[in-house]
């Protein structure tokens, strides 16, 4: 099973991107779903995580105030509003469902994951 991340791309700084992250039927089910991101040479990190209704989210101290992680509908797809971007947002930024219905924060949590879309942000 494979999540589809979709939505990355180049843009300078100071802008703005939407990332989008969908799964089969019944994957998201009852369980958070969270974004991560790797840049070459570097572990995969936490962005942020929503629950599976919308109702919690979490996000790493770095990207907070500048990204949304939001969800049109309980269990639908997952989306991830960028603004004020900065170079060192350039990464891979991948999705993935949780294990539970939590939004936990390291990888360990998360089941299944999507292949990633590239972001690149320029100065």
């Known amino acids: 099973v494979q999540l589809q991340a979709s939505g990355g791309g180049l843009v300078q700084a100071g802008g703005s991107l939407r990332l989008s992250c969908a799964a089969p039927?019944?994957?998201?089910?009852?369980?958070?779903v969270g974004w991560f991101r790797q840049s070459p040479g570097k572990e995969r990190e936490f962005v942020a995580a929503?629950?599976?209704?919308?109702?919690?989210?979490d996000y790493a101290d770095p990207v907070k105030g500048r990204f949304t992680i939001s969800r049109d509908r309980p269990k639908g797809p997952v989306y991830l509003q960028m603004d004020s971007l900065r170079p060192e947002d350039t990464a891979v930024y991948y999705c993935?469902?949780?294990?539970?219905?939590?939004?936990?924060?390291?990888?360990?949590?998360?089941?299944?994951w999507g292949q990633g879309t590239q972001v690149t942000v320029s100065s």
């Open positions: 993935a469902a949780a294990r539970s219905s939590g939004i936990p924060t390291t990888t360990r949590g998360y089941r299944y």
């Open positions: 039927r019944g994957i998201f089910s009852n369980n958070g």
């Open positions: 929503i629950d599976w209704n919308g109702g919690n989210t």
